[in-house]
């Protein structure tokens, strides 16, 4: 499922990025977004949405939530 999809404050396992951007790659890397990373979803905004990764939160929009699988 997508992150745009996730249920609020239930913790999930990034199972895959999928872009063909490699600057959208590097810069959700850079937030701790990659494959097998534990990621929350804080909160549902029209958009996009609110993750907790590692020990950071960060607002990211509805193309980079649904790049997200989990």
């Given at each position: 499922m997508?992150?745009?999809e996730a249920k609020i404050g239930t913790p999930y396992v990034?199972?895959?990025i999928v872009t063909d951007d490699?600057?959208?790659d590097a810069f959700l890397f850079?937030?701790?977004c990659?494959?097998?990373e534990?990621?929350?979803v804080i909160n549902h905004l029209r958009g996009g949405c609110i993750i907790a990764v590692k020990n950071g939160?960060?607002?990211i929009d509805k193309e980079l939530a649904s790049a997200?699988?989990?």
């Open positions: 997508k992150l745009t990034i199972e895959q490699e600057e959208l850079s937030l701790g990659y494959v097998g534990p990621v929350t939160r960060y607002t997200i699988a989990v």
